[in-house]
């Protein structure tokens, strides 16, 4: 069965960094694009970043947020400098299995960014 694990989330202070972890079981990172989304209170759920052969973000963490891959550990992460309140939200991991197209979401992890 697929998983995707998140961890990593919490309090920061505007300014700090946090960096969020999915740990995928049932599939192989490297032959899913990944991607991670958020959902702030009251708002549409948004595309954060996306990582496959190239990296994809939103405009609105551009500079700020970075994807990655560690294949070995079957792990994606969303490495979040210069954090704002605006970024608070759930954030959600994804899979889509390039081949099949099938589609996983992680449980949700909160990020609160206090001003």
């Known amino acids: 069965q697929v998983q995707l694990v998140e961890s990593g989330g919490g309090l920061v202070q505007a300014g700090g960094s946090l960096r969020l972890s999915c740990a995928a079981s049932g599939i192989s990172i490297s032959t899913n694009v990944m991607g991670w989304y958020r959902q702030a209170p009251g708002k549409q759920r948004e595309l954060v970043a996306t990582?496959?052969?190239?990296?994809n973000y939103a405009d609105s963490v551009k500079g700020r947020f970075r994807i990655s891959r560690d294949n070995a550990k079957n792990t994606v992460y969303l490495q979040m400098n210069s954090l704002k309140p605006e970024d608070t939200a759930v954030y959600y991991c994804?899979?889509?299995?390039?081949?099949?197209?099938?589609?996983?979401w992680g449980q949700g992890t909160q990020v609160t960014v206090s001003s």
């Open positions: 990582i496959s052969g190239s990296t």
């Open positions: 994804n899979a889509v299995q390039i081949v099949t197209r099938l589609n996983y």
